[in-house]
């Protein structure tokens, strides 16, 4: 039985769908299906229950998928030692994610404990780039949010959070639970640079009210946009924060449409250490949603 095969079985148990587990894969779905079939046939039981809906998984696949993905683990950090032994065992993580999550900080220690000798270096994004230079090479994995450009990219996803407006804490609407974007349209908004991610530049820039271009400050960094608000009264859009800096708040829109909190990493990218992280960001990430 080849590790690949397992790669294979794990990623169909973790998706329930032969074709979500192909994109991931980067694979047609039919050899997929050939070789889940295959590995059936080689173990003599059924390991999935297949419907036109998706697959689930069977008894015997539940405890073997529990085996194969330690078995999986094991391997990957089999092979982040030897990267360490040899001096090369380095981690380059992007980031455009709440730094006050306690998600965050679970994952710092999770991956801290399954890798303690290699070295993670952090390089945050900015709106120019919200997979903070992944396609170039300057990181190898990013946390970051959607949508953008994802042309040559994996992406998992760890979260869902809601889209609300960032206000001044002495705002007349910042102590309302819930807004609508109509409440907000005659007022001050942030820009992103005209170089930016265009998909993600028009989903902001489509969250704004209807209407002709705002007149605000261009803000490249969540710093600045917090700055924006603090100082000028600017409208922030954001998705769900944790600890705000003194005199801010966060309020909920109505009718502003989720951003995702994923896990993003490149196609052309096999590495032991990157399939680690992903795999330690979807279980953290999971059980604080889940506590």
Partial sequence: ???RTLRYFAAVAEELHFGRAARRLHMTQPPLSRAIRQLETDLGVALFERS????V???TGAWFYRDARALLDQADRLQAKVAAS?????LTVGMLSDSADPAAAQLVKAFRERHPHVDVHIR?????????GLRAGQVDVVLTYTPFDETGISVRRLRVDPVGAVLRADDPLGDREILRLAELADRRWFRFPETADPIWRAFWNATAPAGPPREGPVV???HECLQAVLWNGTIGLAPRVGVLPAGLTFVPLADA???ALVVAWSDARDDPLVRSFVRVAVRTYGAVSEG
């Fill in 52 to 55: 036109p809906s998706g697959v």
């Fill in 220 to 222: 490249r960094t969540v």
């Fill in 86 to 90: 040899a001096g090369a065992a380095t």
């Fill in 57 to 59: 998984l069977t008894a």
């Fill in 1 to 3: 039985m080849e590790l």
């Fill in 124 to 132: 945050e994004a900015d709106f120019t780039d919200p997979t903070s």
């Fill in 257 to 259: 449409p989720p951003s």
